[in-house]
């Protein structure tokens, strides 16, 4: 397995659409792993393809408690089917986002469309930190970051941030 470089802000990638899995085949799978390598190793909780450069509708999450074993899940070309009204406020972050937190306010529930990583369907209704991290991901693949839910304000503070941070390694 290869920990993957990770894409950061203002990184255009990040904006980028992902596009759907034609095939699910050893290649998909061995990126899938190497996501998973890279979450752990960050640390990590969820990572989208598109935040290690590649622009395809995968994602991978483990939202185990701290002492549990992992239980990593492969999510491929996953889909909203369902959301609550109920809302729920959790304080995110981002692996593209380093060090920048903010509390965000998403549907409590959600049940998710997706293959998993055989290629096999499955329907996933989530709720608490996972469905968080499943919404969070999702954006990811549809060019949204969490850093769209907050105010104007703080999101062009945030970009300006990292858009100086990058300049500066540049020079």
Same mark, same amino acid.
């Given at each position: 397995?290869?920990?993957?470089?990770?894409?950061?802000?203002?990184?255009?990638?990040?904006?980028?659409?992902?596009?759907?899995?034609?095939?699910?085949?050893?290649?998909?799978?061995?990126?899938?792993? /190497?996501?998973?390598?890279?979450?752990?190793?960050?640390?990590?909780?969820?990572?989208?393809?598109?935040?290690? %450069?590649?622009?395809?509708?995968?994602?991978?999450? /483990?939202?185990?408690?701290?002492?549990?074993?992992?239980?990593?899940?492969?999510?491929?070309?996953? $889909?909203? =089917?369902?959301?609550?009204?109920?809302?729920?406020?959790?304080? $995110?972050? +981002?692996?593209?986002?380093? /060090?920048?937190?903010?509390?965000?306010?998403?549907?409590?529930?959600?049940?998710?469309?997706?293959?998993?990583?055989?290629? *096999?369907?499955?329907?996933?209704?989530?709720?608490?930190?996972?469905?968080? +991290?499943?919404?969070?991901? =999702?954006?990811?693949?549809? %060019?949204?970051?969490?850093?769209?839910? =907050?105010?104007?304000?703080?999101?062009?503070?945030? =970009?300006?941030?990292?858009?100086?941070?990058? *300049?500066?390694?540049?020079?």
């Amino acid at each position: 397995m290869t920990i993957k470089p990770l894409i950061i802000l203002p990184d255009p990638l990040l904006r980028q659409v992902s596009a759907p899995i034609e095939r699910v085949d050893a290649e998909l799978q061995k990126l899938a792993d /190497d996501m998973l390598e890279t979450m752990y190793e960050a640390p990590g909780i969820g990572l989208a393809a598109i935040q290690v %450069g590649v622009a395809r509708r995968l994602l991978v999450i /483990d939202v185990a408690k701290e002492g549990e074993g992992k239980r990593p899940q492969v999510f491929i070309n996953p $889909e909203i =089917i369902t959301s609550s009204d109920e809302r729920s406020v959790y304080e $995110e972050g +981002c692996l593209s986002i380093p /060090d920048y937190y903010a509390e965000v306010e998403r549907p409590a529930f959600v049940t998710v469309k997706s293959l998993d990583r055989e290629g *096999k369907e499955q329907l996933t209704k989530a709720d608490g930190l996972l469905a968080t +991290c499943l919404q969070h991901e =999702i954006d990811h693949l549809n %060019g949204i970051l969490f850093i769209d839910h =907050i105010s104007r304000l703080k999101r062009e503070m945030v =970009i300006k941030k990292f858009t100086k941070a990058a *300049k500066a390694k540049v020079l």
